[in-house]
């Protein structure tokens, strides 16, 4: 009966609790091993380590493209790992709530950063 | 029917994480992976504004380029930059050690401590060969 799983305490299994954010936190992570691979090639394989070297990668739109990709699969990844940490140790909900909005507010704005910073002239 | 021997040993029952896990638990090298991986992470957290900085840095100009550079030569910095070198290729490694797992590969008693320990020993030379390049050791 559907009605069974609606109470005063929800049922808190069996509804994939959790599952989204186990798997976008390997999901993330794959994708940052791919970028890293990129980088590690690209460089590598420039010759180039100058101060040339290192922006003429940045300078190629897929790169740039690439690279923001893997910062916001960065960002959000660390969003995952830093709400674990605080549902861990933080057990105040008024003060994990507050961690919360503060490290979501400060990834976003990572973000933003991220992206001024790849798409500057 | 033998009798039942008894062995007294530390019993750890709703473990509590402040007076427990961290003071009596005894750290066996995977647990301590996962310790790590979770510390690593945080610290990389924590570094961001920095690591978005230098970044930020070493792509506007020439100038700020050149900037990053007097900076890093300051071994505070020196040692800052080592920090975020540690903490990216130990969370990177054990991170793909989790994944592999996740797999189901690796998970018996031996395979995870042997895995765990060769995860300390490689990300701990990598580590030690940054410092060296970083410190002008070659």
Known sequence: MANDKIGPKRLVVGAHYGLREWLAQRVTALVMIAYTVIVLISFLTGSNFSYEGWTGLFAQEWFKIATLVAFLALFYHAWLGMREVYLDWVPATGLRFGMYVLTIVWLVGCAVWTARILWRA | ?138
């Open chain 2, 1 to 138: 029917m033998s009798e039942r021997i008894k062995v007294s040993r530390p019993e750890f029952r709703n473990v509590s994480k402040t007076k427990d896990l961290l003071w009596k638990y005894k750290w066996k090298p995977a647990a301590l992976v996962s310790l790590v991986h979770r510390g690593s992470g945080m610290v990389l957290f924590l570094l961001s504004p920095l690591i978005l900085y230098f970044f930020d840095q070493s792509l506007t100009s020439e100038a700020s380029f050149r900037h990053l550079q007097d900076l890093l030569s300051n071994w505070f910095v020196k040692l800052i930059f080592l920090v975020i070198c540690w903490g990216y290729l130990q969370h990177f490694c054990s991170g793909i050690r989790h994944l592999v797992m996740d797999l189901h590969i690796g998970l018996d008693k031996e395979s995870a401590r042997g895995s765990a320990i060769r995860l300390f020993v490689v990300t701990g030379v990598l580590t030690v060969l940054i410092a060296l390049k970083l410190f002008g050791a070659f």
